[in-house]
């Protein structure tokens, strides 16, 4: 085996990994601020949208169990790392039910799915270690 070969494989086996880890946090991170959106009328929910490089407008849907939201999640997310991938939702209180106002999420959602999913990713680049 020569240095330069076994350069190329280290190099392709490190891309490979950090897109694997970039596309699942991102699709975890993203599904799971979906899900734990307080639902009433599913329009918080519905409002959710995933672009790359620029927010997007938030559709003017219902949604309540969220799936059309998470489609378009894993549709709108790259294969890898290497872009800006955005979750937007521009309704006016969307904020004040991540502080907490809902019952339903009185610790928020966003802040609790982003501390789960970087455990995910600290144990993820465990085992792809390179």
């Known amino acids: 085996m020569s240095f330069s070969g076994d350069m190329r494989r280290f190099v392709a086996k490190t891309a490979s990994a950090h897109n694997t880890i970039t596309r699942v946090a991102t699709l975890e991170l993203f599904s799971g601020i979906v899900k734990g959106n307080p639902v009433d009328t599913g329009r918080s929910r519905g409002a959710w949208t995933t672009s790359v490089g620029v927010p997007g407008d938030s559709p003017e849907r219902l949604d309540k169990t969220g799936a059309q939201a998470i489609a378009e999640i894993g549709e709108n ?3 890898g790392a290497g872009q800006v991938t955005l979750l937007s939702n521009s309704l006016p209180y969307i904020f004040e ?3 907490g106002s809902s019952k339903q999420a ?3 959602f966003v802040r609790k ?3 789960r999913v970087e455990r995910m990713v600290d144990a993820a680049i465990r085992k792809h270690r390179v």
């Open 97 to 99: 039910l991540e502080e």
């Open 113 to 115: 799915n982003m501390d």
């Open 77 to 79: 997310t790259p294969a």
């Open 106 to 108: 009185p610790e928020g």
